[in-house]
């Protein structure tokens, strides 16, 4: 089955820019996508097909997928980034994937 | 507006049954591949199953033959049918839509919990 791995927790500065990583087989070859999920609440869809903003997502949310890795990059941190960043991928093995999941903290 | 919302969850034995809904609004649950997501209490997302627009169905490993989804077409409504329950399958479940087939979640409902329990 395929697996994706994430780092647990990352910190960034109030206006800095957090880097989000996705680890995954050859995971260049297929389509990332990311979502942010607030305590207590649904998760929302913020970066689709690697690098695209749905529509009402900031510009500060960027994405990038290549070889075994894909990023999720926050430019400009804001305290309301503060929250757990899924990735995801559809394997034709085991359909929907999600990546373990890292908690984003915003110093 | 596109809507999903979710019922049916409750505290149950172990060893029991449950029926989830979602019902849907703003769009038609049978033109759109739906999905059950669940996220047990402090952990992350697990993807459990999924219908396909063409009424194909799949199942995470960890629930197959023990769940069952499906869809009303005239209530625009999905469906979760679970059986066997076991403790590890105590988890908020959100239901999800996955615009015809394009593999990711675009819209999800607020979940509703399920916990099993003695």
């Known amino acids: 089955s395929y697996e994706l791995t994430q780092p647990l927790s990352v910190s960034v500065a109030l206006g800095q820019t957090a880097t989000i990583t996705c680890g995954g087989n050859?995971?260049?070859?297929?389509?990332v996508h990311w979502y942010q999920q607030k305590p207590g609440q649904a998760p929302v869809l913020v970066i689709y097909r690697d690098s695209n903003r749905p529509s009402g997502i900031p510009e500060r949310f960027s994405g990038s997928n290549s070889g075994n890795t894909a990023t999720l990059t926050i430019s400009r941190a804001q305290a309301g980034d503060e929250a757990d960043y899924y990735c995801?991928?559809?394997?034709?093995?085991?359909?929907?994937?999600f990546g373990t999941g890292t908690q984003v903290t915003v110093l | 507006e596109v809507q999903l919302v979710e019922s049916g969850g409750r505290l149950v034995q172990p060893g029991g049954s449950l029926r989830l809904s979602c019902a849907a609004s703003g769009f038609t649950v049978s033109s759109n591949y739906m999905s059950w997501v669940r996220q047990a209490p402090g952990k992350g997302l697990e993807w459990v199953s999924v219908?396909?627009?063409?009424?194909?169905?799949y199942y995470a490993d960890s629930v197959k033959g023990r769940f069952t989804i499906s869809r009303d077409n005239s209530k625009n409504t999905l469906y979760l049918q679970m059986n066997s329950l076991r403790g590890e399958d105590t988890a908020m479940y959100y239901c999800a839509r996955d615009l015809y087939g394009s593999s990711w979640f675009a819209y999800w409902g607020q979940g509703t919990l399920v916990t099993v329990s003695s």
């Open positions: 219908v396909y627009s063409g009424g194909s169905t």
């Open positions: 995801q991928v559809w394997d034709s093995s085991t359909s929907y994937v």
């Open positions: 050859n995971i260049g070859y297929k389509s």
